[in-house]
């Protein structure tokens, strides 16, 4: 754990790229400049002349994920009542906590906290940082990546069966592979800002598809018999599905762990600071976010009831090139979500490989690497594609402290509020809210998965 070190830029705007790192002119160079320029050709540090809008669409494309589709599911486990309070106030901690996150990227006068890791590091200690952080960190990005292959294939199947019913059916594996196939070239992409195309993209399918999914239930209009009361019918049922559905809609807020290595991007200078442009993107997002999860949650629950599927794109199932085209519109979505949460772990990997196992640093070493980690979330998708039991367990596991709670772990750790102050009760408010999301979530999803594993057959 030791060996991912932080890197904080001792100047606001940064060296240049050096993207074109050689070996071969390390020759009569000092140490610092051969570690500046090592540290310049890692994924977060390689380039910062980001937009705000690059952070609205990044962050879009973070947080919104194919788990929006799932949301009126979790609606019918929780009722109207408990739903619409949990979900509008996971938009609010969120929101201040994603708020705090980038309050803190420039803190210290001169220094850049450029990853979450070193946020946590001048919070807790070096070390201790590094413990409390980079596991978790590791655990919802690699998480992420294993969902979002499972939630590809998951679509482009549904788009194969969907505009071909006649065609064989295929095994759900093959898709997952098809999906895998983008990555192993998407990701030898070398940071942020030249992802940014990919990125937008996704954003726009996110809000594209996320407006099929409402409108057409809309104009379906509210089934016959409708039903709100709570889906299951046993009490172990009920309890465990409630516990599920808070891990589905923790799930759906996660842009948490990548926001400061999205703000890395922007320029910083002392009069204009990168907090600014990252926050106008932020509030932007979160209005795409709003936009996209409330009518979602909302319309599907009321359309359809507690008998919503867990995807709503399947409830609606008419018309059919509608769906399909959804559909498509999910794969593009998680194509672009994949790579935003995959940056990070790139910039890990390659920090241990180039810093303490002294791999020179260059193309090979990236393609080896980056296709190790393709090829990894890709098995263990195929694996277990256990999509709604991840999504809640995942959800609360992982995504509950590294976004509900640990920000104001910081926040009280390194600004010290008054006690009884203000921010003092904001901050441990979320953190009891948190802790206790992340204790129950997992119940629920992990008895999904015990269940789903009943009666699955591995890589049939």
Known sequence: MAAVQPSMETTQQGPPPAA?????????????????EIDNWLPINASRN?????SAFHNVTAMVGAGVLGLPYAMSELGWGAGVTIMILSWIITLYTLWQMVEMH???????FDRYHELGQHAFGERLGLWIVVPQQLVVEVGVNIVYMVTGGTSLKKFHDTVCESCKQLKLTY???IFASVHFVLSQLPNFNSISGVSLAAAVMSLSYSTIAWGASVDKGKAANVDYGMRATTTPGKVFGFLGALGTVAFAYAGHNVVLEIQATIPSTPEKPS??????????AYIVVALCYFPVSFVGYWAFGNTVDSDILITLSRPKWLIALANMMVVIHVIGSYQIYAMPV????????????????????????????VAFTMFIAITFPFFDGLLSFFGGFAF???TYFLPCIMWLAIYKPKRFSLSWFTNWICIILGVLLMVLAPIGGLRNIIISAKTYHFYQ
């Open 50 to 54: 980001a937009k705000w809008w690059y």
């Open 175 to 177: 898709f997952i592979m």
């Open 346 to 373: 790139f910039d890990m990997m390659e920090t241990v490989l180039v810093k303490k196992l002294r791999f020179p640093p260059g193309l090979m070493l990236r393609l080896i690497a980056r296709t190790v980690y």
């Open 275 to 284: 907090k600014k442009p990252m926050w106008k993107g932020v509030v932007v």
């Open 106 to 112: 420039e803190m210290v006068p001169g220094k850049r």
């Open 400 to 402: 509950a402290p590294t």
């Open 20 to 36: 074109n790192y050689s070996p071969a002119r390390d020759g009569g160079r000092s140490a610092e400049e051969k570690a500046a």
